[in-house]
């Protein structure tokens, strides 16, 4: 079997179980630590990617270029990876992120709209990058309609399109689906980035690998958005089990999660009844600290919301719809106790 490669994204989705506050000397710290480990590539940006620094998202702790530059100059062998929304980042934003010494770019869209990554996409391969197709909440639209949106990203050029459960919705059946799909139809590497909301992280990425996926996203302790990503150590060890060829150190990865991670994590990363509601409706696994601030401030459920939420078809950059819910659900609750 071929040799995997680990995509790390413990500086990047990591950044939003912290409000995105990773600090110059946690981010130069976790780089050396991540790049000792044998990671391939380490991806570090803003949670929501490029441009991703501001009201509606949340500010960093350190701005893009620190954060980019920071990585780069404590990577010895790692490539360094950024993230791109079109409509939050721009072709101006790759561009610096690029000159910050950024070799490879994650141009993120919605699982139905491919379109909008055409120019960004375009624009990395002119850079000379890495360019990966990075279709989000893959669980929102069939296989067959996923296969014809990384169509699109592959003719627009991308090296590597990933099947994203961003929601950590996908049971090992529909993650087997769509990465079989992929392979049998496009020419490009596949790739395979989860969440652990349904506790199906490693299983998950296993179906992946065993379809045929090139590269797979993990993070220290899981570190990542909701319940968290699917953790280095935890993949890695299955993978040594099972015969499964990459160039990560078990005994250093479970090192650098216990004792350098696990400290770091303001609130656990763990399945609990809100991110394991994420999982089950199917929401973005970044609302789920915005939930849970505005259960508090409005006395409702933040289960509630997230549920509210999925029944609207909420999707990644709409936490600006979380307050509005939370404020509906509490005139509801007011209603109801007349």
């Known amino acids: 079997m071929k040799k995997i490669i680990i995509n790390d994204v413990t500086l990047r989705d990591g950044m939003h179980a912290l409000s995105h506050q990773y600090s110059k000397q946690q981010i130069a710290q976790l780089t050396e630590l991540l790049d000792e480990t044998g990671v391939d590539i380490i991806e570090a940006t803003h949670g929501d990617g490029l441009g991703g620094s501001s009201i509606q998202y949340g500010f960093s702790k350190e701005d893009e270029k620190t954060i980019i530059t920071t990585a780069v100059q404590h990577a010895k ?7 791109l929304l079109p409509g939050v980042g721009t072709i101006e934003h790759l561009k610096r992120a690029h000159s910050y010494g950024a070799s490879v770019v994650r141009v993120a869209t919605h699982c139905t709209e ?10 990395a391969k002119e850079l000379g990058m890495d360019t990966v197709g990075f279709l989000m909440m893959a669980h929102r639209t069939s296989a067959e309609n996923l296969l014809e949106e990384a169509k699109k990203m592959q003719d627009y050029g991308a090296d590597t399109i990933y099947v994203t459960d ?18 049998e139809n496009l020419s490009v590497k596949i790739g395979f980035h989860g969440h652990n909301n349904l506790s199906l992280g490693v299983a998950n990425s296993i179906a992946a690998i065993e379809e045929g996926a090139d590269r797979i996203d993990t993070s220290l302790a899981g570190m990542g958005a909701g319940a968290g990503n699917t953790a280095t150590e935890q993949l890695v060890a299955v993978m040594n089990k099972m015969g ?6 078990l005994y250093k990865s479970m090192d650098a999660a216990e004792d350098v991670m696990k400290p770091m994590m303001k609130r656990p990363v763990q399945i609990d009844p809100l991110s394991l509601t994420l999982g089950y409706t199917g929401v973005y696994s970044s609302f789920l600290l915005f939930a849970e601030r505005a259960g508090k401030e409005y006395d409702v459920d933040p289960r509630d919301i997230l549920t509210r939420l999925s029944e609207m078809g909420a999707v990644g950059g709409q936490e600006d719809w979380i307050i509005g819910v939370a404020q509906e659900l509490a005139k509801e609750k007011a209603k109801a106790t007349v």
Request: charged share 30%.
């Open 244 to 249: 499964i060829d990459h160039n990560v150190d």
């Open 77 to 83: 062998q790692a490539k360094i990876a950024v993230l």
């Open 166 to 183: 961003s929601a950590g919705a996908l049971t090992m059946n529909e993650v087997r689906e769509r990465i079989r799909l992929f392979k």
């Open 114 to 123: 491919a379109d909008v990554s055409e120019q960004h996409i375009r624009a």
